[in-house]
């Protein structure tokens, strides 16, 4: 129904482009940049996997931890269904204003195959019947930049990106793979933000993000703002450093679900992600959390030979306090992740390659019981999913970004459970026609930094093995598979939901993916 003033819409504006170029000859020869501008992004995904959720409550959208409070475990069935994604995106520069004010909206439908009908409700429908309204929102913001000015601000619902750069002009891929990996912040939030060219070579960024305001006359919100430069030593060699700071006033309250959110929340358990427990049954708490953090990359997408190398670390600072009758001093927080990857292009495209990567966070196995946190914070205790950390590309033993509504891995957060992890990466990637078909194998391995009781160090090692091939420009099948050997950390009865020794987990996977101009 909405479609039809959609389309006279787009016919209204197409036309008056068409007006005016029938009175204007010169632009003939130089096409003018639409006004309304649709990207379309469609990805289906069919599944076959010994991973399910055990509740039954918890169908139609299962995030975080596999084999935590989700429920997710390995059976002794096969999982077999179909899940689909459409993300029609718009972007609206009216020429009236000569460039100066963009909008830019974008939208999420996701469902699985013979799910429901008739009802609402995200990433759920596709059931016989249809009509189901699934429409998420991800971006409607507003984009300022005067001409020629060397700088744009963006406000309003907008990506939050633990990266330097404009995320509206820049590649996913990039922000994966630069940066901080969006191993901490990967997602949508509301605020303002501004990029700019400080020189020629240094780009800055500035942000506040609004992540939960609760009730607007008190003081029990959850901000963030971001300070972030990057600049270049020499063409090949880009530096940056980062200062983020979230004040967490929230003292428990709000939150995308039943789950709440925050440090003490259900939430970070689901996540995957650091949660701390005061003694007692109070958990209110306010926090000031900071996180300082440097990196550098050389010849990034090997723009210049052979080798790309990159690396960050950035540690997390803070001070946690309990809120009662009166506000006490809970706990310092210290903690700090190392990423470094390094990739050898050995043939003619950019995936003939092999890429060595390992991360690093440090973890804690006593959390604020001693006056100190040791483990690593991200996002992913204020929403979910946050942290999408990705450059590794294993598919079960920590997150793979191709899945529509059932995203889950082993390590889900880069702190695993505030425990720390040590983890190394091995890809081996070969385009057998060039641009054309691709495949990878790969290796995943991590440790626990923590020992659990009654489980070892050892978390498992992955194998995975995918091909692409592009039918078309920007239209590609593929399909993945991957085998998850569990180590003897599961043996420790409080890192599973179910208490016991999951079986080991694998999946097989085709996908078609559609970018649309
Ligand atoms: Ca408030
Ligand atoms: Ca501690």
Redesign the pocket.
Known sequence: MKLIPILQFIIVVFSLNLYAQNFSDTRLQDPEPKELQFIGYSFTRMTTSNITPTNDILQGQVIGRLFGQNSTNTVPQTALYAEQRFVPMFIYKPAILDGYATFRGLFKIDYTWGDQAYGIGNNRGGAINAGQVNLQTLLANVEIKPKDADWNVVVGLQRLFDNVRDPNVNTLQTAQTSGYKLSFWGTQAVGISMFADLSSITKGRISYFQLW?????????VALWMLDVESRLNPLLEIGGSIWYVWDRAKNAGGISVLGQGLTSALADYNGATRIRFPGGNQKYQADLGWIGGHAAYNRDFLAGRIWADAFAIANIGIIDTVGTQTNKAADVFGITANASINYKYGQTANDKISLEALYTSGDDNGVNDGTLNSVITGNVYGSPVGIYSSHRALLLFPDPQVINRYYSVVHDISNMGLGVTAAFLNFQKDFIPNRFSGKVGVATALSNVKPNGGSNYMGTEVNVEFKYNLKVFLTVGVSAGYLALGDFFNAPSVTYSNTRPKDPWVLFTTLSWLMF
Not at 213 to 221: A, H, R
């Open positions: 305001e609760n009730e607007i006359s008190k003081n029990d919100d």
